[in-house]
């Protein structure tokens, strides 16, 4: 039963360029939580999505940034005109409905802007 | 609203040495408490939770926490380090009620061990 998948694991692009991080949960898990963790600082979250539904995207900045989960395939977040301060490590953790309290992460994606 | 804090953000100890790395939470509801652990360019390893019942959480690698209301602490301990306990180390809050399942994450401890 794999993991959390995360790709890519380092990703960089260039200013104003769009940047796309893919999540797959665990097998049978229908809950996905973004969280981003910059330089020195601990994880911040994001959204939380379940499957064709955003749930909570108060930590999601207004703008550039989406995300998405769709009934096939993996959970895409999408940061359009990336900048430099774009640049940190995006973790993905899956959970099932009835887990509420046990999260799996992936390894993450290390965003680079030049 | 909730929030995590943890004591020094750099601790040493000495390979065979008690590890203690402090966290004190802040929630207006009961609380679910975690501790993870992350390796360098690695994703985050559940080390232990609280959830309800015993206030002692035993996890893995020999880590234990000790969950005190009264001091809203959730402190984290190892009674003998090992030099592969070198990482980083976060606490996490999470509310028990309502909707609001995601994790809010103090901002690390990272654990140096010395021969």
């Known amino acids: 039963n794999a993991g959390v998948m995360q790709n890519p694991r380092h990703l960089v692009r260039r200013r104003g360029q769009e940047a796309r991080l893919r999540c797959s949960p665990m097998k049978g898990h229908s809950h996905v939580y973004w969280y981003r963790q910059l330089p020195e600082e601990g994880l911040k979250f994001m959204v939380y999505l379940q499957k064709e539904n955003i749930i909570d995207e108060s930590g999601m900045p207004k703008e550039r940034f989406s995300a998405e989960f769709p009934k096939e395939g993996p959970s895409i977040l999408r940061i359009q005109q990336v900048v430099r301060g774009d640049s940190a490590a995006y973790f993905c953790?899956?959970?099932?409905?009835?887990?509420?309290?046990?999260?799996?992460f992936g390894s993450g994606t290390r965003l680079t802007v030049v | 609203a909730q929030s995590v804090t943890q004591l020094g953000s750099h601790v040493s100890v000495s390979e065979g040495a008690l590890v203690l790395l402090r966290c004190n939470y802040s929630s207006s509801v009961p609380p679910y408490l975690f501790w993870y652990v992350q390796y360098p360019n690695q994703g985050l390893q559940l080390l232990l939770k609280y959830t309800t019942g015993a206030t002692l959480v035993k996890g893995i690698n020999g880590f234990e926490a000790e969950f005190k209301k009264s001091e809203t602490s959730f402190h984290l301990t190892k009674p003998s380090a090992h030099m592969s306990d070198a990482a980083e180390y976060f606490c996490?809050?999470?509310?028990?009620?309502?909707?609001?399942?995601?994790?809010?994450f103090g901002s690390g401890t990272q654990l140096t061990v010395l021969p």
């Open positions: 953790a899956s959970t099932t409905e009835t887990r509420g309290y046990g999260y799996t």
């Open positions: 996490a809050v999470r509310h028990t009620r309502g909707s609001a399942r995601q994790l809010t």
